[in-house]
C-alpha cells in the first residue's frame, strides 16, 4: 500500500480564494482524521470521520472550513474564503478504528494564503 | 479539562538512553497512551501505545504508572537519527484526543 495519499504537496493562494485539499486513506481503514499544524497552536484535531460518517467536527476552526467524505477511499477539507492565518500544514491520517488506535498520517499540505 | 504536557526540548548524546515525559490531567481511564515522532516535513508516525505499567516493541518502551497520570517513553541507546519531535496522545472522558505539544529532541555526536 503507498500509505495515506495526499494532493496537492504545497498550495499557495491568496486570501478570499477557495482551497480544496484531498485525501485518500489507506485501503480498509475505517476512520479519517484532518489535523492543522502550526508554530504556534501544534497539531490541532480539526475533524474525524469513521465509516465516511463524520463523528466529531469539534476542532473545525469556523464555517468557512468544510470536509467531505463520499466515500471509503476519499475525503477533501475545502476552505471557502481562505485567510492568511489559515496558513498551516495540513495532515490527513487513516487508522482502523478509534481516535486512540494508530493513526497512519499522510506527508501533509503546506498551505500558504498570501 | 484534560490536558497533556510534556517538555519543550531535550538534549543528548549519542549511545544514550533518552527518558521523556509527558503529564496528563484528567485522561480517560480506560484507553490507549499513545506517543508519535515526527520528522522535519513528515507527518507523524506511531512509535508506540500502552494502556498501564511497561510495553515494549523493537524501537522504544513505554512506562504507565498505576494512576496513569504520567507515561514515560524511554529510546534507549539513541542515534543522530533519533533527532525528533515526540508527542504524546491521549483521550479525554469526552472521547476528545488530546495531543501533547511535543518535546523537540536533539541528539549530538
Known amino acids: 500500500d503507498a500509505g495515506v495519499i495526499q494532493s496537492p504537496r504545497h498550495e499557495v493562494t491568496e486570501m478570499g480564494q477557495e482551497v480544496t485539499l484531498r485525501c485518500k486513506p489507506i485501503?480498509?481503514?475505517?476512520?479519517l482524521f484532518w489535523y492543522r499544524q502550526t508554530m504556534m497552536r501544534g497539531l490541532e484535531l480539526l475533524i474525524y470521520?469513521?465509516?465516511?460518517?463524520?463523528?466529531?467536527d469539534s476542532g473545525m476552526p469556523e464555517d468557512r472550513f468544510s470536509a467531505k467524505m463520499p466515500n471509503a477511499s476519499f475525503s477533501t477539507l475545502k476552505i471557502q474564503p481562505s485567510e492568511p492565518r489559515d496558513s498551516a500544514v495540513y495532515f490527513c491520517?487513516?487508522?482502523?478504528?478509534?481516535?486512540?488506535?494508530?493513526?497512519?498520517f499522510g506527508p501533509g499540505t503546506r498551505l500558504t494564503v498570501l | 479539562l484534560a490536558k497533556t504536557t510534556q517538555p519543550i526540548s531535550m538534549d543528548s548524546y549519542e549511545g544514550q538512553e533518552v527518558n521523556i515525559t509527558c503529564s496528563h490531567n484528567?485522561?480517560?481511564?480506560?484507553?490507549?497512551i499513545t506517543w508519535y515522532q515526527q520528522f522535519p516535513s513528515q507527518g507523524p508516525r506511531f512509535i508506540i501505545q500502552g494502556y498501564k505499567t511497561k510495553v515494549t516493541n523493537e524501537v522504544a518502551s513505554l512506562f504507565i504508572p498505576a494512576d496513569r497520570k504520567s507515561s514515560t517513553l524511554s529510546l534507549p541507546r539513541v542515534s543522530l537519527s533519533d533527532t525528533a519531535v515526540y508527542y504524546c496522545l491521549g483521550m479525554d472522558s469526552n472521547y476528545q484526543l488530546i495531543w501533547g505539544a511535543g518535546t523537540k529532541l536533539i541528539i549530538k555526536p
Open positions: 470521520f469513521n465509516n465516511n460518517v463524520p463523528i466529531d
Open positions: 485501503s480498509g481503514h475505517n476512520s
Open positions: 484528567n485522561i480517560a481511564t480506560n484507553d490507549y
Open positions: 491520517a487513516s487508522g482502523w478504528g478509534l481516535p486512540g488506535d494508530e493513526q497512519f
